[in-house]
């Protein structure tokens, strides 16, 4: 047993004085099981689960959703699903409803790798133990990412949640113990492994998620989020694509690509979109766009069928996504 405090914070100017050296609790969906694992082991727990973060709040400029906000609330907003489409398809289509009723908005957005070599104190991993080695990288690799990779780690990015919002051009907004207060791009929150798997995003110790905002924009409306795994019901990706098309007069002006399953942070395809804008859209012109995404991609033997499939999965949902316009 590793023994741990707890406090219960009252406030967020409680919880921010209280967060040195140790580890926010929210929902607790993702932490308890990694605690339970031995593979995380807070010295300190911070539950904020009680300082009032939940507001899902609407206007002309967008949504502004709380950390705390829980991801069946969001899912099932009426605004999240008729503005942002593609978010509520995200949420719906992970976990179970009994998780998404405990997630957390902040929680999900800081949601560790599902890779059994992290999850398993025994094995090799460069992101739980700095310099013990990757287990994945020639071991068992079939759900592991080939989009961002590094010689130090291939570990996928679990989250649907997160795939929608790097599509929807996101922003994370954060405070720091200091009372500083930042605002963070969703597509440049997460991190890629290069030579450091261990730090996964740029928030800095003690920094608190307060919102995540999603603006108004031209495309979100027009969005749609398509997943495929191994079975219907409480499966992680072996591949998703979170799509959003502005078309006018048959062209498609603006465009945002996400794709999961296949990459180590919630990844935008900037290829992609490049390949989409200006164009009408047809299978030709989504399956050029397909190709340019995974122009990139690097894989291990068990999971190079992942490549062909995040093709077929990013030109589906555009067709889907065109036809329910």
Request: net charge positive.
């Amino acid at each position: 047993m590793e023994p741990f405090r707890y406090l219960r914070a009252e406030d967020e100017r409680h919880a921010l004085a209280a967060s040195k050296g140790a580890t926010y609790i929210a929902g607790g969906t993702t932490l308890v099981d990694l605690m339970r694992l031995g593979v995380m082991r807070p010295r300190a727990l911070v539950d904020i689960s009680g300082l009032g973060l939940a507001a899902i709040d609407a206007d002309d400029g967008g949504v502004r959703i709380g950390a705390m906000a829980r991801n069946t609330d969001v899912a099932v907003h009426p605004v999240i699903a008729a503005s942002y489409p593609v978010l509520s398809e995200a949420l719906l289509s992970g976990a179970s409803p009994q998780l998404r009723n405990m997630a957390t908005t902040g929680g999900n957005v800081l949601q560790r790798t599902r890779c059994a070599y992290f999850r398993d104190p025994a094995a090799r991993c460069n992101k739980r133990d700095p310099g013990a080695g990757c287990g994945a990288i020639g071991g068992h690799a079939r759900m592991h990412a080939v989009l961002g990779v590094s010689d130090r780690c291939i570990a996928t990015h679990p989250s649907d949640m997160c795939v929608a919002l790097v599509a929807l051009d996101a922003v994370v907004r954060t405070r720091a113990p200091s009372g500083a207060e930042r605002a963070i791009a969703f597509a440049d929150f997460h991190l890629e492994p290069g030579a450091h798997p261990e730090v996964e995003n740029v928030l800095a110790p003690g920094e608190l998620i307060t919102h995540v905002e999603l603006p108004k924009t031209a495309f979100s409306a027009r969005s749609h989020y398509l997943k495929v795994r191994d079975r219907a019901s409480y499966a992680f990706a072996l591949v998703s694509a979170a799509v959003a098309l502005h078309v006018d007069g048959g062209v498609i002006r603006e465009c945002r690509v996400g794709l999961g399953g296949v990459a180590t942070k919630p990844w935008r395809s900037a290829p992609a979109e490049a390949g989409l804008v200006g164009k009408s859209p047809s299978v030709a012109v989504f399956r050029a766009a397909a190709e340019a995404a995974m122009k990139d991609a690097t894989a291990q033997p068990d999971n190079a069928f992942k490549i062909e499939l995040a093709k077929r999965t990013l030109v589906r949902a555009l067709v889907e996504l065109t036809e329910r316009a």
